[in-house]
């Protein structure tokens, strides 16, 4: 996290690597608005609730709000997802781009600190629920 930061009950710190952009991590820092990343924090109680919002993903799709955790007083959560983004929704352009997501929560607790929630919804971004697995080699014997 960038030093000093701003006050601020909720504080976002974006890093954007693209690939229009060569791939140079390129930083915002700002206060509030969570909602242009993709998640909403609503308040309950001393608790803060964290959903993650649709975006408008050519892969994979999700139509409603996800709920996926509740971050207490001094606690940590991190949440993980993979996406392809469409470029045009015109059927003539199937170019697209990928984004990966890591955000980490703290609520009056350093980040650094191992995630007392973990949400990971990454997938395999071209059809299909599960990651591919590497192939095991096989020594050859003569």
Request: glycine share 8%.
């Amino acid at each position: 996290m960038p030093s000093p930061l701003p006050d601020g009950e909720v504080i976002v710190h974006e890093v954007l690597a693209a690939e229009t952009l060569g791939y140079q991590p390129r930083a915002e820092v700002w206060t509030g608005d969570t909602e242009r990343i993709g998640l909403r924090l609503t308040p309950e109680g001393t608790a803060w609730r964290v959903e993650r919002l649709p975006v408008i993903a050519g892969y994979p799709r999700h139509e409603s709000p996800n709920r996926l955790f509740v971050v207490r007083q001094g606690e940590t959560a991190r949440y993980r997802a993979n996406f392809r983004f469409l470029h045009t929704t015109c059927p003539c352009d199937p170019s697209w781009y990928y984004e990966s997501w890591t955000v980490h929560i703290g609520h009056g607790r350093d980040l650094s600190a191992a995630p007392d929630h973990d949400v990971d919804h990454r997938t395999h971004l071209y059809g299909g629920s599960t990651r591919p697995r590497r192939a095991r080699l096989r020594s050859a014997r003569h």
